[in-house]
């Protein structure tokens, strides 16, 4: 069972997690990814909701902005549902040393053929560092 001693509680951390700060508006995923539908930027914006005992809470949304397709059908998403749907992507994703190393020529094969295990591997030659696209947003 779940008191509502816990609930605020796990409201607390999701609210600290997912809102943003209330002057500066920076969001964590908007420029990083597209709509999977039809290929637009995505947006953010914070919604506050009043529950009826006094509770407050700031939600942060992420939604298609249709600028390619008007009629677009997927619907905002919440903060922590996209940290779900990023979270089982980055699971998923074993990027190949030779692709780091920029020899992407190699990288399909490899990424058929290489389990995704940690191996011993040699010093990378030149700078392995991996950016985000576009940059991060939070440091
Ligand atoms: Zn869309």
Redesign the pocket.
Known sequence: MITKADFDAAQKILDGRCHTQKTEHVFAFTGLMR??????SITAENKVKHQKNGNVHHYTYYR???R??RH?S?KPIRCDGLEQQVLEIISKINIPRPFINGRSNTCGKNMLKKAPTARKLPEPSENALITAPGGSTRS
């Open positions: 709509c999977g539908e039809c290929g637009a298609c902005t249709k390619i397709n677009c997927q």
